[in-house]
């Protein structure tokens, strides 16, 4: 799942012998003289070392020889695609003379990795804050969350995501999705069992699948930051449309909440009140 950066060292300048003193002096040249004070802890002659964690640069934590961590036991991991590289030195990185990854290949090292994930387990899924740039990351995370079937508590917030509509949460009680590019309801994934929700800051415009959430125990929702939420009506039609809510954007339901609005949703999600 998660694959680290690396760690590169760095070269520092080299000592030179000089004729002058027949003893080994650094050049006194205005361009070392910039270095030195670039990298102040530099010493001549010396390369600084690797860190003792450079080896494990390109490691994902069920890959390692011993590791007794599970993916439903990690508070915020993440999904990243490792470097070419990283298959080539696979079984090649050794600490004290023994490999740092197991030899599992081929379909038993799947097996393993789904087993050591352990998503279907999971009660609290954050995975938030992933910065999804490209179709690795997003076809990981989708893969992942598929598994999530009995977390309760989900948070996706920060991600750029632009639709869920085909994911479902069936023991989902509270989910985060704000600041993500969400332009309805009909992006929401199926939540029977949700209590509160907040998508603060998407793009959803309209009330498009606002019918999706009726039947649930929705209790709390907040779409602060929507253009929706600038909608002459926009709270009668919320409450209207969901009569189990209680709070909408942190202010409880409130009696002017309760006139009665007449609307119809026609085919591009626009709201006509009557």
């Not at 907040?198 to 929705?218: C, E, F, M, V, Y």
């Not at 809510?245 to 609307?263: C, F, N, Q, T």
Request: charged share 25%; hydrophobic share 30%.
């Amino acid at each position: 799942m998660s694959e680290s950066v690396t760690d590169s060292g760095h070269d520092t300048t080299s000592l030179t012998e000089s004729s002058l003193s027949g003893g080994l002096i650094p050049p006194l040249t205005s361009s070392n003289k910039i270095a030195e004070k670039s990298n102040p802890f530099q010493t001549d002659g010396d390369i600084l070392p690797q860190l003792p964690s450079h080896k494990f640069r390109y490691s994902v934590w069920h890959d390692l020889r011993e590791t007794c961590l599970r993916g439903d036991q990690l508070h915020a991991p993440r999904v990243r695609a490792g470097p070419p590289e990283k298959e080539k030195m696979f079984f090649k990185i050794e600490q004290e003379g023994i490999p740092i990854h197991h030899n599992y290949a081929g379909k038993e090292r799947l097996h393993h990795s789904n087993q050591q994930e352990n998503w279907e387990r999971a009660r609290v899924v954050n995975l938030s804050y992933q910065e999804l740039q490209d179709d690795y990351q997003r076809r990981n995370m989708l893969r992942i969350l598929s598994r999530c079937g009995m977390a309760h508590t989900i948070n996706l917030s920060q991600n750029t995501l632009y639709y869920l509509g085909k994911m479902t949460f069936p023991s989902c009680l509270h989910i985060n999705i704000n600041d993500n590019y969400l332009k309805s309801f009909l992006g929401f994934p199926t939540l029977p069992k949700v209590e509160s929700i907040t998508a603060k800051n998407n793009a959803i415009s309209d009330i498009r699948g606002l019918h999706r959430l009726q039947g649930t125990p929705l209790q709390e929702l907040d779409l602060r930051g929507n253009p929706l939420a600038f909608n002459m009506g926009y709270r009668n039609m919320v409450f209207h449309a969901l009569p189990n809510l209680r709070v909408l954007d942190g202010i409880p339901r409130m009696p002017s909440d309760e006139v009665a609005v007449d609307y119809v949703e026609d085919k591009e999600g626009k709201c006509n009140i009557l």
